[in-house]
């Protein structure tokens, strides 16, 4: 059961890749980006139970931490940017 | 068996992300997928048994590098005008060579044998003695901080010496330094206007911050030590400073203090070991430090462990504010 | 006893498979960002909770039971505040909700 | 299976000449960069690859478990990945500077400046 959680969880990082791939907004990546996050973190704590080692869980939890981190400082970015780039930010209108 | 499949499945999504990441025009979408191959990488880590390295690339990749590239992108914008130079050559010198290290791998060992020559040497002597010499249960830690010292010393000076670098290069002829943003009061808040972020974040920082001091003192028993503990630390100032504005996390931990906790954790590490001669033994040999060798062993790690944390902490903070007040000129 | 929680993790395991599948698969076929970030915080809270539930039935009472539900805590923290801040940065820069069916590309019909 | 433990070789092999093309062909100094940190990446996989061990579990030591894997290659992996963030910050201090002291952070238009 376990592995149907972990394969769940393999498929929809796949999903969420072609997301960041696709755009079309940096928004779009930036959701991908952190959805991402978070299925890492499930992927980390169901394995580590698999692997029987749930000490391990530590790592999903610096995870579910330093993931936000990453999201505020991209929108703290947005907010400064120096030369905005008009393109990127309106084509999924 | 089913493991292995997972870690294929894993790494032919990295192999795409690093493509993306090269083909993409827009610097900034390359550093948003930059954090996802940095997420797929930790993944593989720990499916390859290396729970430390996982932590380290969790607590650098996501969260520390990300902020980096982005700070140096808002200097430097976002946009890639030149497109490639030379590309079929670089294509085709590309190509060759990947061939040839393929066909090189068929010569490597098995994955996953016990047998292979990596295996021979230190690697399994190390296993065998930690309980023995050092006595704590994580053999990285161990290995690190004792068997290796020396290394890890080197690796300590190395990390220093990159942060004076950046201080050298970004600190020179800046409209407002550092100094002038802790002083004055900053027009400049942070994220003002997100008031849901700056609330869930500020009740963050402590628990990150506190988790951080776990990751230091709790390495010699899980994964986690000194490089890792560095960084969450760092990520958790570099939150509030996001959150609350660079003049609000200088006025907490100034310039001033980061520079002596860079230098400070350096010799903090460099102290012990010419404690441990001075008790007359070697440079770097902890068992002197206490009347039984392996409580020695124990405080040596310790104290090292927590000079490479803030040796780390420092120069991470250092070059963050560097990056940020160099964009206010 | 153990048989019941057994059945009941696999349950809330299964079920927070399926939800992260659904999830994704939003997140990767709706029309714009607004939806997409619709379907992306359900793979983030719901899934999250009915896995690491699950996982935690199978854990007991132990010190990772705890260590999941800070996990928990977090995520459930964490992910919905980076959807706001991400929601409210879009509505800022210009990016509109549309109103009304839209296509698969996101435009307005 | 024996295809499948020599794909982990490969993606190394791939990443590595990824990044390799990122830093020869890219103009841009900051793809350039990335491209090298992608590089790195690389060289940790193979180090870790060649440190796993089949049936054993991270080597942090556990009553009841006998076989862990390799704990050296992962200390020399551990420190290179803070080392190689340090390193990458000094090399974006410099693209800094490049950009103030050119105006721009594309080779070619460096170069063009250089030569004037």
């Given at each position: ?93 | ?42 993944a593989n880590f720990f499916l390859l048994d290396a729970a430390d390295v996982a932590l380290t690339e969790a607590a650098i990749g996501a969260g520390i590098s990300t902020v980096l590239f982005l700070g140096a992108l808002a200097l430097t914008g976002e946009q890639e005008r030149g497109g490639s130079k030379k590309r079929l050559v670089a294509l085709g010198v590309v190509t060759v060579t990947t061939l040839i290290v393929i066909y090189a791998t068929f010569d490597k060992p098995r994955f996953g044998d016990a047998d292979a020559p990596v295996h021979q040497h230190v690697g399994s002597w190390y296993l065998e003695k930690t309980p023995e010499l050092i006595d704590i249960p994580n053999a990285v830690t161990a290995v690190l901080g004792s068997f290796r010292g020396y290394d890890t010393l080197g690796e300590v000076f190395v990390v220093f010496t990159a942060g004076i670098g950046v201080l050298f290069l970004l600190s020179a002829r800046t409209a407002r330094r550092p100094k002038d943003i802790e002083a004055g009061d900053e027009p400049d808040q942070g994220l003002r206007h997100y008031l ?134 | ?109 | ?116």
């Amino acid at each position: 059961m376990y592995y149907a959680v972990t394969i769940a969880t393999l498929i929809t990082m796949a999903l969420a890749l072609v997301r960041a791939l696709v755009g079309p907004t940096i928004y779009d990546r930036l959701l991908a980006a952190n959805m991402f996050g978070t299925k890492t973190v499930l992927f980390l704590s169901v394995v580590a139970f698999l692997y029987g080692r749930p000490d391990f869980l530590d790592l999903a939890l610096v995870y579910a931490l330093i993931n936000f981190i990453g999201v505020i400082a991209v929108l703290e970015f947005i907010r400064e940017r120096v030369d905005s780039d008009v393109s990127e930010k309106s084509a999924g209108e | 068996m089913i493991i292995i499949l997972f870690g294929v499945f894993l790494l032919t999504l990295l192999v795409i992300t690093a493509l993306a990441i090269v083909r993409s025009d827009s610097l900034f979408a390359a550093v948003i997928l930059t954090g996802i191959f940095s997420l797929l990488m930790a993944a593989n880590f720990f499916l390859l048994d290396a729970a430390d390295v996982a932590l380290t690339e969790a607590a650098i990749g996501a969260g520390i590098s990300t902020v980096l590239f982005l700070g140096a992108l808002a200097l430097t914008g976002e946009q890639e005008r030149g497109g490639s130079k030379k590309r079929l050559v670089a294509l085709g010198v590309v190509t060759v060579t990947t061939l040839i290290v393929i066909y090189a791998t068929f010569d490597k060992p098995r994955f996953g044998d016990a047998d292979a020559p990596v295996h021979q040497h230190v690697g399994s002597w190390y296993l065998e003695k930690t309980p023995e010499l050092i006595d704590i249960p994580n053999a990285v830690t161990a290995v690190l901080g004792s068997f290796r010292g020396y290394d890890t010393l080197g690796e300590v000076f190395v990390v220093f010496t990159a942060g004076i670098g950046v201080l050298f290069l970004l600190s020179a002829r800046t409209a407002r330094r550092p100094k002038d943003i802790e002083a004055g009061d900053e027009p400049d808040q942070g994220l003002r206007h997100y008031l849901v972020p700056r609330v869930v974040g500020r009740m963050l920082i402590p628990f990150i911050f506190l988790f951080g001091l776990y990751v230091q003192f709790h390495g010699d028993y899980g994964p986690g030590g000194g490089f890792q503990a560095g960084a969450i630390v760092a990520a958790s100032v570099i939150l509030y400073a996001l959150l609350e504005g660079e003049g609000a996390a200088l006025r907490a931990l100034p310039m001033g203090v980061l520079k002596w906790l860079v230098a400070g954790g350096a010799l903090l590490y460099g102290g012990v070991g010419v404690a441990s001669m001075l008790l007359g033994s070697n440079f770097l040999d902890y068992s002197v430090l206490a009347s039984d060798p392996i409580a020695g062993q124990h405080i040596g790690i310790i104290l090292i462990e927590l000079g490479v944390g803030i040796t780390v902490t420092g120069v991470l903070l250092c070059v963050f504010h560097a990056f940020a007040a160099r964009g206010r000129v | 006893m153990t048989m019941a929680i057994d059945i009941l993790s696999w349950l809330l395991l299964t079920a927070g498979g399926a939800f992260i599948f659904i999830g994704g698969l939003g997140a990767l076929r709706m029309p714009n960002l607004y939806t997409r970030m619709h379907a992306a915080s359900l793979t983030d809270t719901m899934g999250a909770v009915l896995v690491l539930g699950g996982i935690m039935l199978q854990a007991g009472l132990t010190l990772a039971t705890i260590k999941l539900a800070i996990i928990l805590l977090f995520l459930l923290l964490t992910s919905p505040t980076a959807s706001n801040a991400l929601a409210s940065a879009a509505i800022l820069s210009g990016l509109q909700p549309k109103e009304g069916p839209v296509n698969r590309a996101g435009r307005s019909e | 299976m024996e295809l499948l433990g020599l794909f982990y070789y490969w993606v190394f092999a791939i990443l590595l000449m990824i990044g390799f093309y990122a830093v020869i062909a890219k103009t841009n100094l900051i793809k350039k960069l990335i491209g090298l940190s992608i590089f790195q990446a690389a060289v940790f996989l193979l180090y870790i690859t060649m440190g796993k061990i089949d049936g054993g579990t991270a080597p942090i030591l556990q009553d009841g478990v006998s076989l862990y894997s390799n704990p050296l290659p992962q200390v020399l992996i551990l420190t290179a990945i803070v080392v190689g963030i340090s390193t990458t910050a000094l090399g974006l201090g410099i693209v800094v500077r490049i950009k103030e002291e050119y105006g721009s952070i594309e080779e070619h238009e460096i170069q063009e400046r250089d030569r004037q």
